[in-house]
Nanobody
Framework: QVQLVESGGGLVQAGGSLNLSCAVS????????MGWHRQAPGKQRELVAA???????NYADSVKGRFTITRDNAKNTMSLQMNRLKPEDTAVYYC???????????????WGQGTQVTVSS
């Protein structure tokens, strides 16, 4: 069983910062791409940032220059440092990982349960 657990969400004022973390656990052989997504009420889930196993990153235009995604391959963790937060960043944030499960003996995409980020104006 592969599990992803997010942490670090909360309530912050506009202009503030939050750091989200995602920990991957379970019988994993390897993890390729990892990413952060978000879903605001009444909107579709969107990609916020992604990072490959070799550290290449890409960001949604709306967060470029404000958010930074990092990962620690040794610990199977990923973080999202969010600075200069705006009310429109309010959403549930989810992490996902493309991982090879030793139990299922195949690669699948796994998701966390999400963490709420609320930015007040």
């Amino acid at each position: 069983q592969v599990q992803l657990v997010e942490s670090g969400g909360g309530l912050v004022q506009a202009g503030g910062s939050l750091n989200l973390s995602c920990a991957v656990s379970g019988y994993i052989f390897s993890i390729n791409n990892m990413g952060w997504h978000r879903q605001a009420p009444g909107k579709q889930r969107e990609l916020v940032a992604a990072v490959t196993s070799d550290g290449s990153t890409n960001y949604a235009d709306s967060v470029k220059g404000r958010f930074t995604i990092t990962r620690d391959n040794a610990k199977n963790t990923m973080s999202l440092q969010m600075n200069r937060l705006k009310p429109e960043d309010t959403a549930v944030y989810y992490c996902d990982a493309d991982a090879f499960s030793l139990i299922k003996r195949r690669r699948e995409n796994y998701w966390g349960q999400g963490t709420q980020v609320t930015v007040s104006s």
